[in-house]
């Protein structure tokens, strides 16, 4: 619906000026992926890949709907990569992707339909994979502060799949609706997931399990180093200076943008309704008139000329109570409202306080 | 890839303002369709709709793979529209649409998978949903205005469908790519499509078979009143000051913002590559230094704050030529190049010249 909407543009603005700012290259591949691709890297199959939604063309053939996107970017870029003057490259998209759970639940938290910023980086070398990786997750930290839940968010270490023996790396938003567990130590900033805490592991991390506390955490986000498994089956590789080929290092970096407004939404919400961050409420200003519709409008123009973005409640068959309900429920950050009893000052209350101030009315936007 | 997804953005957004324009409020409907709804319309049996694409949950549960959305947004707006005071509404998305078409053909213009603007209207009255079908006309010619095909892009008569009497709107750009035959009215600035030229028909649009010019036209866009079709179906009305209940009259109203890409490119390419109008173009400057790299830099720089989107080509491995190509080819409107030749001054050439001109480095800006 319309203020979701918003917000899910916010989410996702954010997150794509973070990847550009790094050098990331949007692009947007197709939902429908062709079978012979995935059979290269044996991900077709049913077993192997247990949640692909599937269709067929009317001629019969098969095609799946899209989950992930590493086997349709690396072949995309067959085409445009085969130097080593072709890399470094960070190429990502936001877009649907298709999963065929066993059991969605939790809303936008968990959905077989959902909006994912996908992001896939191909390094020359290990090192220049571990830096692209880095760079990577510093952005990541800062899409997670821009949205308000920076200090909350803990980069954890969790499994690294079947085909690396390294970690990866998770971004974990301390909650009470958190459904993992995870082991955070607060003075290194970092977290270990319970799935990986063994002894083993922590004697790898350098971390004792004593200066670790069990928290719940949300999944904000992931990082997975790829090494060279996707590149190798697809047959791309770069060529270095003295013509050799080598194989190209992957690094793949998902942040699932619409479960980052359910988190949003349920993290932050209060007994009176949601309580969006600024940086993503759908609006900025949520205006109320009680029989001063005129200066409301002035105010209305005037901050919406600035580039504010104000939602001026003008129903004639609600009441002002009605209004300030709905103005909480839905969870603008300032509520500003004019009426008689203010007199040349307008009242203003910010969602996440309880009591209004009174301020001059031309001073609304130097007060935001 | 990435210069093509900045002119799909640039198209979605000009769309997207336009429809907010006249009151619009954008959704997000989900690509996957439970049967139910579809049979409710009788629009889900292969036979009724050829083209659906169908897929199934994990535990043997038939969906569909939206291919367009009136009866998902008509149940969504089920626990939103119930009176008289809710109406009228416009609601749009932009989203990825699915068609198995049996032949996918010419590219971006007719493929299976595909990016739309589709809008629906929802009124009380014939007279009030006329109203609400010329307002969305008249903003989709705004739309190709701002496109830069407003003058060559005409309204047509075609045929409304199974559901009405009327005729449907189609909006053809003329040009040599077109696959329609329209016949056009210069005078009146309107076009008939062939599939509807009876005499009859002629008749009751009080156009006489001389005054049409016979043309090759791209369809751009198309509009359909669909009567209360899709609303009776699926159980929602409105009632009224005296509570009593009426049916709901729909419009639809749908650019394919996918085509448009295709369409722009196809139309304006000359022997040199693409020419993009400058209103969808990926970037608006195509820099190139011919050894002045600190001088390009800080007119990037310079540019860059003022707004202005700015491609600087900084590659050590090519020679000015193979730039000066490139610049053509991807079809960015003014190309800027500092050299040693130009002193103070910079050579600027736009993509629909021929030849370059000198001028003052601080003066690109105003002539932009």
């Not at 086997?71 to 130097?83: C, G, R």
């Not at 063994?198 to 399990?209: A, H, S, V």
Request: aromatic share 10%; glycine share 8%; net charge negative.
């Amino acid at each position: 619906m319309p203020l979701g909407k918003r917000v899910l543009d916010k989410i996702s603005q954010i997150v794509r000026e973070e990847m550009n700012a790094i050098g990331g290259q949007e692009v947007q591949m197709t939902v429908l992926q062709p079978r012979e691709l995935w059979e290269k890297t044996d991900r077709w199959d049913d077993k192997k890949v247990d949640n692909w939604f599937k269709t067929k063309l009317a001629s019969g053939t098969e095609l799946g709907v899209g989950l992930t996107h590493e086997e349709p970017i690396v072949d995309a870029l067959k085409d445009f990569v085969s130097s080593y003057k072709d890399l470094p490259i960070y190429v990502y998209q936001i877009q649907s992707k298709f999963r065929n759970e066993l059991r969605a639940k939790s809303g936008l938290l968990r959905g077989r339909e959902f909006m994912m910023k996908d992001m896939y980086s191909l390094a020359r070398t290990q090192e220049e994979h571990e830096e692209l990786y880095e760079k990577a997750a510093e952005a990541y930290c800062r899409v997670y502060e821009r949205l308000g839940i920076g200090e909350i968010t803990y980069r954890t270490y969790a499994d690294g799949g079947i085909f690396t023996k390294r970690f990866s790396d998770e971004f974990q938003t301390i909650s009470d609706i958190g459904e993992d567990t995870i082991f955070v130590h607060e003075q290194r900033k970092i977290a270990v997931n319970k799935e990986i805490m063994t002894d083993e592991n922590l004697g790898k991390l350098q971390i004792k399990r004593e200066e670790l506390v069990e928290k719940r955490g949300v999944e904000v986000g992931n990082i997975f180093p790829l090494e060279t498994k996707y590149t190798d089956a697809l047959d791309v590789y770069y060529t270095d200076e003295k013509g050799e080929k080598h194989s190209i290092i992957m690094g793949c970096y998902g942040i699932g943008v619409s479960r980052l407004v359910g988190m949003l939404a349920e993290h932050f919400a209060d007994e009176r309704g949601l309580v969006w961050p600024s940086s993503v409420a759908p609006f900025q200003v949520y205006l109320i008139s009680i029989g001063r519709d005129e200066e409301a409008e002035k105010i209305y123009d005037d901050l919406t000329n600035r580039g504010v973005e104000v939602l001026y409640d003008d129903r004639a068959d609600k009441k002002p109570g009605e209004k300030f309900a709905d103005a909480d429920l839905i969870g603008i950050p300032l509520r500003v409202v004019v009426s008689e009893k203010t007199g040349n000052k307008v009242e203003v209350k910010k969602r996440t306080e309880k009591d209004p101030e009174l301020i001059e009315a031309d001073t609304i936007f130097e007060y935001l």
